[in-house]
């Protein structure tokens, strides 16, 4: 054989052999897979976006390092030029010391010169490669590999390293793909060889699985190629100005990086630094990302960044990471029921060469990254219709493993995007963003951009406005034609000088009669405000129109000139029949849409304003059918536009749900100082007037100069309400100062101010400060604090005597228990407190606030701190707490009565940390005891850095509410008031303080060298922390190595991985004393490479049992599990066996499967719970996994008693057979399986399947199931035995809970 020429063609020279991947980065890809252990494996597999699919199949896999190194080369994350990515993730998930590693073998094996890489393009052809590269070693078994290596020429010790493999058929893949017999576009060496083996079989199926990877490749190509075409179109034209038309822009040249917040798992909002951060901020949440903002705040914009950034493979963007990328305007989607029809319609050319089934298959590709954006949903016309593709979508109903990104309004968040889902909201341009973007894309010269923000800082409603990118845009570019711009002082103003200017725009282009009849257009349009109106309003929004329709509506002419002027755009979409084939059916059709739906809202709100008080009907309808928060401009245009519909659109908001909001948006629209306006403003401040810190700044003034004109007509005014917006006070003019930069002014006819603060605390200057503002509101007799602490006492010479002479009242909390007196300049308490005061986690800033006050001014006997010391301040002498709001200590006279402090905190207390709550404890003078709970204190500090006052007032600190350990300040060292039981258990249910007394126990007994017979960690294990040599228990809370114990008993549930093992072995390395360990209710792996076992266990002679009964060791030698009774000829797995009995037993089958010991017969009585489709293991009802067995010969599958199969689980049990590659049969009772159309046949196993309802038994011949008697099962008669099965177990608890879920 070796002389055949189909030999010498396959294996051909040696440099021949090693042409597709050189040998260098071979030798880096193997150190690799020495150092990825399974957390790490899974971290990346996240970071970098691996479908689900893939990351189960990696988490399952034999061999999980080798097969995350194929797939990282397939997608691009190592290659032989550039390993970038891998090492950006490795440093993004925190594995630094790895990251270091692989970096220095990129020198070493591939000569990489950081910051030199070459970076690859993106390979499809890779990435379905890798995908065939698994499918083939699924297929090869191992007398084929044997056989394939003696053809091939491998050398003897590399056929021994294949062989001793864990998975010896990845391995083989991979040296065929390193030699040159397997390459992506070519595999007729391999296809030879197995050909000469006579393996004709399996040669034909691997070179179908090849030809469906090429299949693949070439669509996926062409598929991805057509989407960059039609999304280049998107991204290339952007109109930064509707009727700019000569000048298009690439989306990149005109994108500024806009404001954006992201809400965090409490529903706070924080600050994100950039859109590129969305996926890495919202990892481990919901797939579904939504970005939120108001109109006009460049929501479509960063849509199109983000398929710029995909389509250029832009490298430092995540968004280039997809395989695939959808762009759809849901615009455009009404009545299209499909994803698939709407990527035809859209999105695909003309002459498309993709099939739709080959988009079909794409889509629902598990292995394919793919991201789908969905714009702007609230112009989605079917948005109220209950069951859309779109819907089905965001509700994970369909393609559960792509990821969807949503952009839609603040007010129309869609119902399907739950808690789960990640939010993200635009804030828009602060004064850097605007000069940033008109220095990129309206003038570089530095006098002109002066020029420009200096016009706009000179009138701060229009600063305020262009907040808004759209406005801002706009603004900019008409500035720079503009010398001089209109002082606009509403958005209706400005919006209206905006088309102004485009209609001027065309009208100099002109003269004569052609000008008059421009401006007669401009003038009249009110076939357009009732289009838009009714577009807005209907059952459904409609923002596209046929081209012909239009122009029938409205007249060519008038048609003409709102597309030149670019407020009407055009687009050619796919006009084709349902159902048709694309050649036969293809039409195209032009459908107009507004430059943007602000201008849709603009001409709605004309017709609006225009018949609001004369057709009261249709107002009344329109209210009904249109929630102001949806189309906030409509309303807030219209009463810009007529000041006479004003006052009943303003009537009508201000009943909303935080109307009052919107009512003050409404008002200033009216640029007049009308008695309307003033009729409005005394309705608004009759109320509380809140000045929120998220309501933007234009609003934010608005309401400010409602306020003033409220008070320059001398209308009361009931309350402000600064939430959260207070940043200080200038003194000197007595104005208060917003976080905004926004300014108030004493306010002569406020009755009342409320500044509501989130934790913190009030300085003397500032509350001086606030003093002086109030003095200045002669009618103000009433100032309240919330969230903040005050001062326990302010000179009163610094107090304006106007207040104590107006006896303006001070309450220092909304419960009013806390006061601040004028006259002594004093706190007061108003409640005597109670015998324990709790400061806890779950305190609002408020209730914090005011019991921190409370001890400051009166005394108690118990203090309970829980979850929120941070550190001591020694020059205030305070306690600062986790919300920022420090007590003091010392200097509060009445504080200082408190008799006992509890501490209630989360893990390891250190030994600063300590000294600082002792520090607390010293300026409390009547302090004579401190208790923990829940958290470790070091075991001994040096006695130096405790103050001696605590011991000679005989402070005791004890470290446990039971009492079982207390730390002696005389000593410096904790404890054990108790004696440890010779077996000390932390289990999962222990409570976090029983955990932290069992720990710091045996930690005494350590320090202490006290013999611990033997720690039982009952379900409590997490990790191992290699940086602190301590085992993380689930908990949070961390086990230091105990050295006195002498025996680890490991009790878990599931399959343990080989880190998990190792992790526990390193546990054990730090407890000297220990020589034996036991593992109780888990399933260890077969084998650990030797390399990864510290060798210091072997000389310890560690012993390493597996189950209770000894039936199982693990050689730390050897680094394999060996079972010491022989097996039985049938191996039964029971549903009433213990957890610790059916791991004991799947361990001794994985041992003999591994030593290739023949297992005749295994018979799974009621265990089996369900099957992966993936087929790598059977779950059992212990929640156990048995693995497949290479050397099975029988299965035997009872499952309770009644059961209905689904197809997932008999899809699973199948591929389960087909992975058992010596099985025989397979037989399956007393349940009943699904119909299938055609089930799977197993080449060399006989299928048996007995319902045990006196139907007999039938076997699986050529994908039907035939009868004992000879007949085939039909549809109709597997539908007689469902009823006659159900009949038979009608008593089965199955059948019980089948029936009563029906009911």
């Avoid at 490669?129 to 394939?148: P, V, Y």
């Avoid at 109903?397 to 739950?418: E, F, N, Q």
Wanted: hydrophobic letters at 40%; one cysteine or more.
């Amino acid at each position: 054989m070796a002389d055949s020429p189909s030999t010498h063609e396959a294996t051909g020279s040696e440099g021949q052999q090693r042409k597709s991947t050189p040998p260098a980065f071979w030798r880096f890809k193997i150190a690799l897979s020495t150092i990825l252990t399974i957390k790490v494996i899974l971290e990346l597999a996240v970071t970098f976006g691996y479908p689900n699919a893939l990351v189960d199949e990696l988490q399952g896999a034999s061999d999980s390092a080798l097969l995350m190194v194929m797939v990282m080369e397939g997608r691009g994350q190592i290659h032989p030029t550039d390993i970038s990515p891998l090492l950006g993730a490795l440093e993004d998930t925190g594995h630094h010391g790895i990251a270091t590693d692989v970096r220095a073998w990129s020198l070493e094996y591939l000569d990489i010169i950081p910051g030199n890489e070459q970076k690859p393009k993106k390979s499809l052809e890779l990435s379905s490669f890798g995908r065939f590269k698994i499918a083939l070693s699924t297929a090869l078994r191992e007398q084929t590999i044997q056989n394939l290596g003696a053809i091939f020429d491998y050398p003897r010790a590399l056929m021994d390293e294949i062989r001793n493999a864990k998975n010896s058929a990845l391995l083989m893949t991979m040296h065929m793909e390193e030699r040159g017999q397997i390459q992506p576009a070519d595999i007729s060496p391999l296809l030879t060889a197995l050909k000469d083996l006579r393996l004709h079989g399996v040669a034909s199926d691997v070179e179908g699985q090849f030809n469906e990877h090429l299949r693949i490749t070439g669509k996926m190509a062409a598929f991805i190629e057509e989407l960059k075409e039609t999304c280049h179109t998107l991204y290339d034209k952007i109109q930064p100005i509707p009727y700019i038309k000569e000048k298009l822009y690439s989306v990149d040249k005109v994108f500024i990086e806009v404001g954006i917040e992201y809400c965090d798992s409490r529903g706070s909002w924080k600050t994100l630094s950039s859109y590129r951060g969305i996926f890495s901020v919202a990892k481990g949440t919901s797939r579904i990302q939504v970005i939120e903002g108001d109109p006009g705040y460049g929501k479509s914009t960063l849509a199109l960044q983000l398929v710029y950034d995909w389509c250029n493979e832009v490298s430092d963007s995540p968004f280039c990471k997809p395989d695939i990328l959808i762009f759809l305007n849901l615009r455009q989607l009404g009545g299209i029921t499909s994803i698939i029809d709407a990527i035809e319609q859209f999105l695909l050319p003309r002459d498309s060469s993709v099939k739709r089934l080959d988009v079909e298959h794409l889509l629902n590709d598990r292995d394919i990254r793919i991201l789908v954006i969905f714009d702007a949903y609230d112009e989605y016309p079917d948005q109220h219709i209950g069951d859309t593709f779109v819907t089905q979508i965001l509700e994970e109903k369909m393609l559960r493993h792509v990821d969807v990104l949503l952009t839609t309004r603040s007010s129309c968040i869609p119902p399907a995007c739950g808690s789960r889902t990640g939010r993200f909201r635009l804030t828009g341009f602060d004064e850097g963003a605007r000069e940033q973007y008109v220095r990129k894309a309206v003038t570089g010269d530095d006098e002109e951009v002066q020029r420009i923000l200096e016009q706009l800082n000179t009138n701060p409603i229009l600063r305020d406005i262009c907040q808004a990118p759209l406005f801002s845009v706009m603004y900019a570019h008409v500035a720079h034609e503009e010398e001089e711009f209109h002082n606009v002082r509403s958005v209706t103003g400005f919006f209206e000088y905006m088309i102004d200017c485009f209609h001027s725009h065309a009208q100099n282009k002109v003269s004569g009669g052609k000008r008059k009849q421009l401006q007669m257009f401009a003038d009249n349009h009110h076939a357009l405000d009732k289009l838009a109106f009714d577009s807005l309003t209907g059952a459904n929004q409609q923002l596209l129109w046929d081209k012909k329709v239009v122009i029938k509506k409205f007249g060519a002419e008038f048609y003409g000139l709102y597309t030149d002027i670019g407020i009407l755009v055009e687009e050619e979409v796919i006009n084709r029949s349902r159902g048709a084939k694309r050649a036969q059916s293809i039409q195209y059709r032009t459908e107009v849409h507004f430059y943007h739906k602000l201008f849709c809202e603009w001409f709605a709100a004309c017709h609006l304003a225009k018949r609001v008080t004369s057709f009261q009907a249709l107002f009344r309808n329109f209210c009904k059918r249109v929630n102001p928060y949806d189309l906030q401009f409509v309303y807030r245009f219209a009463c810009g536009i007529n000041p006479a519909a004003a006052k009943r659109i303003i009537n009508l908001v201000q009943k909303k749900p935080d109307g009052d909001k919107f009512a003050v948006l409404c008002a200033l629209e009216q640029e007049e100082n009308t008695e309307d306006v003033l009729s409005t403003v005394r309705d608004l401040v009759l109320r509380d007037v809140y000045i929120r810190e998220n309501d933007t700044r234009l609003l934010q003034r608005t309401t400010v100069q409602l306020l003033e004109l409220a008070s320059q007509k001398e209308v009361p005014i009931k309350c402000i309400d600064l939430d959260r917006t207070f940043e200080t006070v200038d003194k000197e003019l007595k104005n208060i100062v917003l976080k905004s930069g926004v300014v108030l002014r004493p306010i002569v006819s406020l009755q009342s101010l409320n500044i509501r603060m989130e934790t913190a605390t009030v300085s003397g200057q500032d509350l001086i400060g606030i003093f002086g503002f109030v003095g200045q509101c002669s009618n103000l007799m009433r100032l309240s604090f919330d969230g903040c602490v005050l001062p326990l006492s302010i000179p009163t010479e610094l107090i304006d005597d106007s207040l104590i002479t107006r006896d303006v009242k001070v309450s220092c909390c909304p419960d009013n228990n806390v006061l601040l007196n004028l006259r002594s300049g004093k706190l007061e308490s108003k409640t005597n407190l109670p015998g324990e005061v709790r400061i806890q986690n779950s305190d609002t800033a408020a209730s914090l606030a005011s019991k921190i006050m409370q001890l400051m001014v009166a005394s108690a006997d118990h203090a309970t701190v829980t979850e929120y010391i941070v550190t001591f301040d020694d020059t205030t002498s305070s306690m600062i707490l986790k919300l920022g709001i420090s007590p003091p200590g010392a200097s509060p006279p009445g504080a200082s009565s408190v008799k006992k402090l509890e501490v209630t905190e989360s893990g390891h207390i250190s030994e600063d940390r300590f000294v600082q709550v002792l520090a607390c404890v010293k300026a409390l003078e009547d302090i004579n005891e401190v208790v923990f709970h829940g958290c470790i204190l070091p075991v001994s500090i040096s006695t130096e850095r405790i103050d001696h006052s605590l011991i000679t007032r005989n402070v005791k600190v004890s470290c446990c509410a039971d009492n079982k350990v207390e730390f002696n300040l005389r000593s410096g060292k904790l404890k054990n008031n108790t004696e440890l039981p010779d077996d000390v258990c932390i289990r999962s249910s222990d409570t976090e303080a029983e955990q932290a007394s069992t720990i710091m126990q045996l930690m005494v007994a350590s320090a202490d060298k006290i013999p611990v017979t033997c720690l039982t960690l009952g379900g409590c294990i997490e990790e191992f922390d290699v940086t602190t040599s301590n085992m993380v228990l689930t908990s949070g809370l961390s086990l230091p190595g105990v050295s006195s114990v002498m025996k680890l008993k490991v009790t878990e549930s599931g399959n343990m991985s080989e880190d998990q093992c190792l992790q526990v072995l390193a546990f054990v390395k730090e407890c000297r004393d220990m020589n034996k360990v036991s593992f109780d209710g888990c399933v260890l792996p077969v084998s650990i490479p030797t390399e990864r076992i510290d060798h210091s266990l072997i000389t310890r002679n560690v012993k390493v049992s597996c189950c209770p009964d000894n039936n199982v060791l693990f050689n730390l030698r050897s680094g394999k599990l060996e079972s010491t009774p022989e097996l039985p000829d049938n191996v039964w797995i029971r549903s009433s066996d213990t957890v610790a009995e059916q791991a004991s037993t799947i361990m001794q089958l994985m041992v003999a499967s591994a030593d290739k010991n023949p297992i005749t017969e295994v018979s799974l009585v009621r265990s089996f719970s369900s099957a992966g489709s993936d087929g790598l293991s059977l779950v059992l009802n212990s929640g156990l996994c048995l693995p497949w067995l290479s050397s099975l010969q029988k299965l035997w599958i009872g499952p309770e008693w009644g059961r209905e199969v689904t197809v997932d689980e008999w899809t699973g049990i199948l591929n389960y057979a087909k992975h058992s590659q010596l099985l025989k049969r397979l037989w399956i009772a007393d349940c009943l399986l699904p119909w299938l159309d055609n089930n799977p046949n197993l080449a060399n196993t006989r299928v048996v399947w007995d319902p045990e309802c006196y139907d007999g038994i039938y076997t699986l011949q050529s994908g039907r199931w035939q009868h004992e008697d000879g007949h085939v099962l039909t549809r109709g008669a597997y539908a007689d035995l469902v009823t006659k099965f159900r009949e038979f177990w009608r008593d089965s608890d199955w059948q019980k809970q089948r029936r009563a879920e029906r009911e």
